[in-house]
């Protein structure tokens, strides 16, 4: 069975630093891409940033290029996201997603992990 | 970036009804056009990759449809678990998109 579960969600202040974490199992991690999602609350969702199955590529929304860094560890079965210079806007529930075949959607979704940032 | 707007915002069903939400991206995207259900307090669930295709497990009353720019995604008879909401999702190019979501509820 398929699984992936965030972990390192938190409160932070605005300009502060954390590092998502997201456990993979169930499948060969090294040969899929993976994406993080997330969603403010009550709002709708927004691709975050995506990382291809070697790590050798990555991409990342617009909103969080420059400040957040995405990278996987495929000894470990585990993907990151390292958020610096957050801002209250970045607070939100943020998803870890296996991606599908050849492609960076997620077919696969975790149950997220909230980041808040508030001073 | 590839902008798709969702239609309706809301919509309020009966059981056994028909419900028709569609998506409509600002440029051709052909069939990289997948749909989630998203209930409350979870996590989204895929409902159709690639624009038509199903999913195991999921109900065969969920089914998508288009190509290029228009997509839907017809659930037949709707029943009072299908209250959630709904959103499309492009990955024709990077950054990928969503669309605005379409709340749907049970009356």
């Known amino acids: 069975e398929v699984q992936v579960v965030e972990s390192g969600g938190g409160l932070v202040q605005p300009g502060g ?3 998502l974490s997201c456990a993979a199992s169930g499948f060969t991690f090294s040969t899929y891409a993976m994406s993080w999602i997330r969603q403010a609350p009550g709002k709708g969702l927004e691709w975050v940033s995506g990382i291809s199955g070697s790590g050798g590529r990555t991409y990342y929304a617009d909103s969080v290029k420059g400040r957040f ?10 993907l990151y996201l390292q958020m610096n210079s957050l801002r209250v806007e970045d607070t939100a529930v943020y998803y870890c997603a296996k991606a599908g075949s050849g492609s960076y959607y997620g077919d696969y979704w975790g149950q997220g992990t909230l980041v808040t940032v508030s001073s | 970036e590839i902008v798709l ?17 569609t998506c409509r991206a ?42 290029g720019t228009d997509f839907t995604l017809t659930i037949n008879s709707l029943e009072a678990e299908d209250a959630a909401a709904y959103y499309c999702h492009q990955s024709s190019s990077l950054p990928l998109t969503f669309g605005g979501g379409t709340k749907v509820e049970i009356k």
């Open chain 1, 69 to 78: 860094t995405i990278s996987r560890d495929n000894s470990r079965n585990t």
């Open chain 2, 5 to 21: 707007t969702q239609s309706p915002d809301f919509q309020s069903v009966t059981p056994k009804e028909k419900v028709t939400i």
């Open chain 2, 26 to 67: 600002s440029q051709s995207i052909g069939s990289s056009l997948h749909w989630y259900q998203q209930k409350p307090d979870q996590s989204p669930k895929l409902l159709i990759k690639y624009a038509s295709q199903s999913i195991s497990g999921v109900p065969s009353r969920f089914s998508g449809s288009g190509s």
């Open chain 1, 17 to 19: 630093s954390l590092r």
